[in-house]
T-cell receptor, first 115, second 114 residues
C-alpha cells in the first residue's frame, strides 16, 4: 500500500503557464515533505521542501503548498519553462524511523512543458 | 555535483548469477542508501548504512545484501539475480540523518536480468 501517491503519471503544460503537480499521503506521522526533479539518465536532485508546521514554502518559480487536514501537497511552477520538463517525485519523511531517516517516494509525474 | 560514482552504469546478466553494484563517495558522508526505481513505484529503499559495518534493511530488501567496509564504499549484491530485479539502481548519500534535502543521488546503474 503506497503511503505517498502521485495519481497523475504525466502532465503537459504550455510554456509560460502554471504547472501544478499533486501528491497525497496517508501517514499522519510524516513531518517533512520534499520534491525531487529527475532528468533522463540522471539521478534525482532536490528541488524544494516543506515542514509539516508550515503550509507554504517558496523558492523562486517554485512553491510548495501543504494541506495537512487533506494530507495533500502540491508543487506550483510559475512560469513553466521547457527546461522544467522532467519527472517530479514527491517524498515524505517519518518523524522517527530509526538511526537514519528514510524517505518514502511517490511514483512520479512526468512534466512536459511545450514551447 | 556530489561526489558519487556508481559502477557499473549498465549491466546485462543472466538469471541466477551474482551481481555486485558499487557506490563510491568522496564526500565523507556518514549515511549511504541504495534505492531502486521502477515504473509505477517511484524510488524504493533497498538497504541503507549509517556507518562502517552498520547497515539495515529498507522497504524491498529481499534478495539483496549490502556491505560497507569503508566510509566511501557501499556495495549492493544480488546473490542470485532474478528477472524481477531488472531495474535502475540509485545510490544516495547524506550527511545528516534528519535532513532530507541533503540527500544526494548518484547517476544510477541500469541492470537487466535476462
Amino acid at each position: 500500500d503506497q503511503q505517498v501517491k502521485q495519481n497523475s503519471p504525466s502532465l503537459s503544460v504550455q510554456e509560460g503557464r502554471i504547472s501544478i503537480l499533486n501528491c497525497d499521503y496517508t501517514n499522519s506521522m510524516f513531518d517533512y515533505f520534499l520534491w525531487y526533479k529527475k532528468y533522463p539518465a540522471e539521478g534525482p536532485t532536490f528541488l524544494i521542501s516543506i515542514s509539516s508546521i508550515k503550509d507554504k514554502n517558496e523558492d523562486g518559480r517554485f512553491t510548495v503548498f501543504l494541506n495537512k487536514s487533506a494530507k495533500h501537497l502540491s508543487l506550483h511552477i510559475v512560469p513553466s519553462q521547457p527546461g522544467d520538463s522532467a519527472v517530479y517525485f514527491c517524498a515524505a519523511r517519518l518523524i522517527s524511523s530509526g538511526s537514519a531517516r528514510q524517505l518514502t517516494f511517490g511514483s512520479g509525474t512526468q512534466l512536459t512543458v511545450l514551447p | 555535483d556530489a561526489g558519487i560514482t556508481q559502477s557499473p552504469r549498465h549491466k546485462v546478466t543472466e538469471t541466477g548469477t551474482p551481481v555486485t553494484l558499487r557506490c563510491h563517495q568522496t564526500e565523507n558522508h556518514r549515511y549511504m542508501y541504495w534505492y531502486r526505481q521502477d515504473p509505477g513505484h517511484g524510488l524504493r529503499l533497498i538497504h541503507y548504512s549509517y556507518g562502517v559495518k552498520d547497515t539495515d534493511k529498507g522497504e524491498v530488501s529481499d534478495g539483496y545484501s549490502v556491505s560497507r567496509s569503508k566510509t566511501e564504499d557501499f556495495l549492493l549484491t544480488l546473490e542470485s539475480a532474478t528477472s524481477s530485479q531488472t531495474s535502475v539502481y540509485f545510490c544516495a548519500i547524506s550527511d545528516k540523518a534528519a535532513s532530507g534535502n541533503t540527500i544526494y543521488f548518484g547517476e544510477g546503474s541500469w541492470l537487466t536480468v535476462v
